[in-house]
């Protein structure tokens, strides 16, 4: 007979859902708020994510796992396909039009849960040794994580190509490399700086780091500030929030939506969305630390590190404590692409917790999870 399986169903991560679903609530009301057609939009991105989420958690991912060297292949070329079939936007090259449709996607998007389960794959077929990997190994990985990385900063799209890298070498830190590695890695990248800020970097880049060691901010940032400084305790009521709803605040449904919480709902909001992210993070963690399976480890740490990199980022950008940068709130600001990222990794995490045993309970006569 078929049905659901207990025994799988208790393995299931019941506490990263929990976290995560206020942060959607939350930020579907105050979307709303600001442009209601946009909350509508919202709706239908979080629709489609989680039945997303249900297929990707039924999938047998564990025995489709000689795909996931051809899923990350697929997304390298559709980089590659940018480069020549690209389509510009504000002087950035990073979309390609999807025939007969009039839709156009960003590779860049999807070469990031890509990348995250080529890092498993690669890490669960050659685990680092007690020490840590050597420099062969390092370097074997270390090519699927910069392949990538070039090919998004050529774009140029070097927001979303730092965050690629910066998960790509968290999760190996994670995991283990040998110390000395490290420390060659940072001393490099110490003396490289001045040659990538002054040959590499494209005037914009560099007017955004200007912005953000000037003694004045930029007026983005200006106007994020005062939103934030006007919140105080507990925040003021929609009409008051006058740094939003007098459109004084820019794109404060996306890049800086916290700018609105905090303006919103003031000191305890903001400290109420911080506090979920933080236990998310921890959560992943110590996921990661409480399995041995590679691929439940780099799955779980990945995540964790994308996390707290886009919060922070965000966060501190909104503040002018970094510079401006396309990076959203993950599972918060509007926008259904990094949304769905997010929703389909998790979905990934949970099917490798949830169904690690399942072909014991075969082998035990139960005919199926379903």
Same mark, same amino acid.
């Given at each position: 007979?078929?049905?659901?399986? !207990?025994?799988?169903?208790?393995?299931?991560?019941?506490? @990263? *859902?929990?976290?995560?679903?206020?942060?959607?609530?939350?930020?579907?009301?105050?979307?709303?708020?600001? +442009?209601?057609?946009?909350?509508?939009?919202?709706?239908?991105?979080?629709?489609? #994510?989680?039945?997303? /989420?249900?297929?990707?958690?039924?999938?047998?991912?564990?025995?489709?796992?000689?795909?996931?060297?051809?899923?990350?292949?697929?997304? *390298?070329?559709?980089? +590659? #396909?940018?480069?020549?079939?690209?389509?510009?936007?504000?002087?950035?090259? !990073?979309?390609?039009?999807?025939? /007969?449709?009039? #839709?156009?996607?960003?590779?860049?998007?999807?070469?990031?849960?890509?990348?995250?389960?080529?890092?498993?794959?690669?890490?669960?077929?050659?685990?680092?040794?007690?020490?840590?990997? !050597?420099?062969?190994?390092?370097?074997?990985?270390?090519?699927?994580?910069?392949?990538?990385?070039?090919?998004?900063?050529?774009?140029?799209?070097?927001?979303?190509?730092? &965050?690629?890298?910066?998960?790509?070498?968290?999760?190996?830190?994670? +995991?283990?490399?040998?110390?000395?590695?490290? #420390?060659?890695?940072?001393?490099?990248?110490?003396?490289?700086?001045?040659?990538?800020?002054?040959?590499?970097?494209?005037?914009?880049?560099?007017?955004?780091?200007?912005?953000?060691?000037?003694?004045?901010? @930029?007026?983005?940032?200006?106007?994020?500030?005062?939103?934030?400084?006007?919140?105080?305790?507990?925040?003021?009521?929609?009409?008051?929030?006058?740094?939003?709803?007098?459109?004084?605040?820019?794109?404060?449904?996306?890049?800086?939506?916290?700018?609105?919480?905090?303006? !919103?709902?003031?000191?305890?909001? $903001?400290?109420?969305?911080?506090?979920?992210?933080?236990?998310?993070?921890?959560?992943?963690?110590?996921?990661?630390?409480?399995?041995?399976?590679?691929? *439940?480890?780099? &799955?779980?740490?990945?995540?964790?590190?994308?996390?707290? *990199?886009?919060?922070? %980022?965000?966060?501190?950008?909104?503040?002018?404590?970094?510079?401006?940068?396309? %990076?959203?709130?993950?599972?918060?600001?509007?926008?259904? @692409?990094? /949304?769905?990222?997010?929703?389909?990794?998790?979905?990934?995490?949970?099917?490798? %917790?949830? /169904?690690?045993?399942?072909? @014991?309970?075969?082998?035990?006569?139960?005919? $199926?999870?379903?």
């Amino acid at each position: 007979m078929w049905r659901i399986d !207990r025994r799988i169903l208790a393995q299931f991560d019941f506490i @990263s *859902i929990i976290f995560i679903m206020p942060l959607i609530f939350i930020s579907h009301w105050l979307i709303g708020e600001v +442009v209601p057609m946009l909350a509508q939009k919202h709706t239908a991105y979080v629709f489609f #994510a989680f039945l997303a /989420f249900a297929v990707v958690f039924f999938l047998p991912i564990r025995r489709m796992n000689w795909m996931i060297p051809i899923i990350y292949w697929i997304n *390298i070329l559709l980089l +590659v #396909a940018v480069e020549f079939f690209g389509h510009s936007r504000l002087g950035a090259k !990073r979309w390609i039009e999807i025939p /007969f449709v009039h #839709a156009t996607i960003q590779p860049s998007e999807f070469v990031k849960p890509a990348l995250i389960l080529m890092l498993a794959y690669l890490i669960s077929k050659a685990p680092p040794p007690p020490d840590g990997y !050597r420099i062969k190994e390092f370097l074997k990985i270390s090519a699927y994580i910069l392949l990538p990385f070039i090919l998004i900063a050529k774009e140029p799209d070097l927001g979303t190509a730092m &965050v690629l890298v910066m998960i790509g070498f968290g999760v190996l830190f994670f +995991v283990g490399v040998y110390w000395k590695i490290w #420390a060659t890695i940072f001393v490099a990248v110490v003396l490289m700086f001045p040659i990538v800020y002054t040959q590499l970097l494209h005037d914009y880049q560099k007017q955004r780091i200007l912005d953000f060691v000037a003694e004045k901010p @930029s007026y983005h940032v200006q106007q994020s500030i005062i939103a934030i400084g006007s919140g105080g305790w507990s925040g003021k009521d929609k009409d008051d929030a006058t740094q939003t709803q007098m459109r004084f605040l820019p794109i404060a449904t996306s890049d800086f939506i916290f700018a609105y919480v905090v303006e !919103r709902t003031g000191f305890l909001g $903001s400290l109420f969305i911080i506090t979920m992210y933080i236990l998310l993070i921890l959560h992943l963690f110590a996921v990661s630390v409480y399995h041995d399976d590679y691929y *439940i480890k780099v &799955v779980a740490s990945a995540i964790a590190f994308m996390i707290f *990199i886009y919060m922070s %980022v965000n966060i501190a950008m909104t503040m002018g404590l970094a510079p401006v940068v396309g %990076v959203p709130l993950p599972m918060f600001s509007y926008g259904g @692409s990094s /949304f769905l990222n997010f929703i389909i990794l998790f979905a990934v995490m949970e099917n490798l %917790v949830s /169904f690690r045993f399942k072909d @014991s309970y075969d082998s035990r006569g139960t005919k $199926s999870f379903l």
